[in-house]
Structure formats: structure tokens, C-alpha cells
Nanobody, 121 residues
Framework: QVLLVESGGGLVQPGGSLRLSCAASGFTFSRHAMSWHRQAPGKERELVAGISDLSATTTYAESVKGRFTISRRNDKNTVYLQMNSLKVEDTAVYFC??????????????WGQGTQVTVSS
């Protein structure tokens, strides 16, 4: 059974930083791309960042390039999202997801429950 558990969300002021973590289990973590998506109230879920199985390839939404960094530790079955220079518009529920293949451009087939990130002064 695939299980993805996110942590690290919270309330932060504009310009601040947060680091999200996602602990994965129930599949061979090192063989799958992983990603972070987000969904703000009234908006569709969007891809924030993706990373290939061995970290060779990463992809980012234009809105977060230069501010967010996705990384993974295959020895810990964990994927991270470092978020710097946070903006009010980054407020959303952030979801960890498992790729169907090693490629972060392919589909994602399992999702975590999400963690709330709120950027507000």
C-alpha cells in the first residue's frame, strides 16, 4: 500500500521560508519520480516541482523558479520542498505525489493528504 505523509507546513510571513517533507512507503521509492503539487482555494491543483528517480532532472512551475527547490533522499524514502522568499500567492495546500515512472513529466498516481501553507503578515 502506497503511503505519502507530508509535514512542515504552517503559517509564515511574506519573505519567509518553509521546508516541506514527504515520507514515502509501500513502493520502491528510488524507481519513481516524485513531485509537489498545490491547490489554492477556488483554483485547480497545479504542479509546483518534480524530480526524477535519481535526481538528475527537476522541473518547476514558472511562478516558483528561483525560490523553491525540490530534492530527495532515496536512502530515507523522503522528498523535500525548500520554499524561500514566500509570497502571499503561495498560500495553498501542498500535496506530495508519486510518479508512475522515473520521469517527472509523466503522470502521477498516488497522492498524500496534503499540508497547509499560509503566507500572511
Amino acid at each position: 500500500q502506497v503511503l505519502l505523509v507530508e509535514s512542515g507546513g504552517g503559517l509564515v510571513q511574506p519573505g519567509g521560508s518553509l521546508r516541506l517533507s514527504c515520507a514515502a512507503s509501500g513502493f520502491t521509492f528510488s524507481r519513481h519520480a516524485m513531485s509537489w503539487h498545490r491547490q489554492a482555494p477556488g483554483k485547480e491543483r497545479e504542479l509546483v516541482a518534480g524530480i526524477s528517480d535519481l535526481s538528475a532532472t527537476t522541473t518547476y512551475a514558472e511562478s516558483v523558479k528561483g525560490r523553491f527547490t525540490i530534492s530527495r533522499r532515496n536512502d530515507k524514502n523522503t522528498v523535500y520542498l525548500q520554499m524561500n522568499s514566500l509570497k502571499v500567492e503561495d498560500t495553498a495546500v501542498y500535496f506530495c505525489s508519486k510518479g508512475s515512472t522515473w520521469n517527472p513529466s509523466d503522470k502521477y498516481d498516488h497522492w498524500g493528504q496534503g499540508t497547509q501553507v499560509t503566507v500572511s503578515s
